[in-house]
Every structure is written in structure tokens, then in C-alpha cells.
T-cell receptor, first 113, second 110 residues
């Protein structure tokens, strides 16, 4: 099983719809979780951290399910500008890069007018 | 004020050449990284430096060598460039897990 897995998509979603996607991780000792957004030909940018209690930032909600070892990102009232690739990052002690950071391969989201 | 800046933005060179990419961060972070994003868009860590000490080297060929003159800089030097080195290289810095990326250097080896 890969350390961090995401459905690559693309997810084609009409504007205004709600979309959600998950990211599964294999290391049960993982400590921290993040969602990043990457636009075409741009650098990844931190979208939000994922807390154990879940967190919400405007139209975006991130949740953590430790029992099933996945994090989720939900986008409500999707906008054309939400079209991007969403990368999950898992921080643990085994595998991954420095500080145990491991990136998923990303989920490509396309919001259609 | 750019937090993490890397230069050049584009680099086109021939096989066998040696090239460097520079990176600077003004965030005061202790850890800096180099990532490679290939044509399949997969971000893979190459190096990280913490307080000028290399702490991870992810089986990257020794043609790649990071150089950190101080905590705010982590440069990437590449010897004897190969076609397979063509990719986008991102510098990043962090404190506590959240990464701040530079805007990338698109390297094309011909």
C-alpha cells in the first residue's frame, strides 16, 4: 500500500456544486495533515491544516478520520477559481522526506460553468 | 516581499552541462528543501537542510549537490545534466510541517 494515496481524477464538477475527495495514508503514527492547492504551472500553496476535530475555512471543510486513516476535503458552492490540483500532505515518522513529509500525487478538480 | 524566491525561473541547457539553481527565504525558517516535480506531476523530495545540516537525502544521484551558505539560502548544483533531469524544481522552507514553496524553476535539458 502506498504511503499517501489520492484519486487523481479529474473530477469534473458544475459550478455551485459541492465536491469532496479523500486522501488515505498508511502510517498510523502520522502526526499532522495538510491540504495544499497547486494551480497549473505554479507552486503548491498551503490551503489548510487538518485538525483532529476537523476545521472549516469559508467554503472549505477538512476532516480527519484516524480510525480509517484518511483525510477529506469538502468544497461547498464551488467556484470556477477552485479548479486546481489538491495535494494532501501527511507528516509522520517513517518514510517520506525530511520531517516525515509525504505528498500525495494530487486530485485534479475542474469546475465547469 | 517574496517569502521564498528561487532563480532562474526557466533554465534550458544541454546534456552534460553543470548548472545551479538558487533559493532564498526571508521567513526565518529553520528547514529548507528541494523538491522535484516531474512530467507526471508527482512531487518528490530531494534534500532538506536544517540549520545548515543535511538531514535527508532521498537517494538522489550524487550529480545533485545542495549547498547552504547560511540558514536563509539553499542552492542546488547539478553536474553532468541528463535528459531525465528535465522537470520543475521547487525550493521550500518550513517550520512545523507547513511548507512555503518558491515559484519553481523549469529545467529543460536538450
Amino acid at each position: 500500500r502506498k504511503e499517501v494515496e489520492q484519486d487523481p481524477g479529474p473530477f469534473n464538477v458544475p459550478e455551485g456544486a459541492t465536491v469532496a475527495f479523500n486522501c488515505t495514508y498508511s502510517n498510523s503514527a502520522s502526526q499532522s495533515f495538510f491540504w495544499y492547492r497547486q494551480d497549473c504551472r505554479k507552486e503548491p500553496k498551503l490551503l489548510m491544516s487538518v485538525y483532529s476535530s476537523g476545521n472549516e475555512d469559508g467554503r472549505f471543510t477538512a476532516q480527519l478520520n484516524r480510525a480509517s486513516q484518511y483525510i477529506s476535503l469538502l468544497i461547498r458552492d464551488s467556484k470556477l477559481s477552485d479548479s486546481a490540483t489538491y495535494l494532501c500532505v501527511v507528516v509522520g515518522y517513517s518514510g517520506g522526506g525530511a520531517d516525515g513529509l509525504t505528498f500525495g500525487k494530487g486530485t485534479h478538480l475542474i469546475i465547469q460553468p | 516581499d517574496t517569502a521564498v524566491s528561487q532563480t532562474p525561473k526557466y533554465l534550458v541547457t544541454q546534456m552534460g552541462n553543470d548548472k545551479s539553481i538558487k533559493c532564498e527565504q526571508n521567513l526565518g525558517h529553520d528547514t529548507m528543501y528541494w523538491y522535484k516535480q516531474d512530467s507526471k506531476k508527482f512531487l518528490k523530495i530531494m534534500f532538506s537542510y536544517n540549520n545548515k545540516e543535511l538531514i535527508i537525502n532521498e537517494t538522489v544521484p550524487n550529480r545533485f549537490s545542495p549547498k547552504s551558505p547560511d540558514k536563509a539560502h539553499l542552492n542546488l548544483h547539478i553536474n553532468s545534466l541528463e535528459l531525465g533531469d528535465s522537470a520543475v524544481y521547487f525550493c521550500a522552507s518550513s517550520r512545523g510541517g507547513a511548507l512555503h514553496f518558491g515559484n519553481g524553476t523549469r529545467l529543460t535539458v536538450t
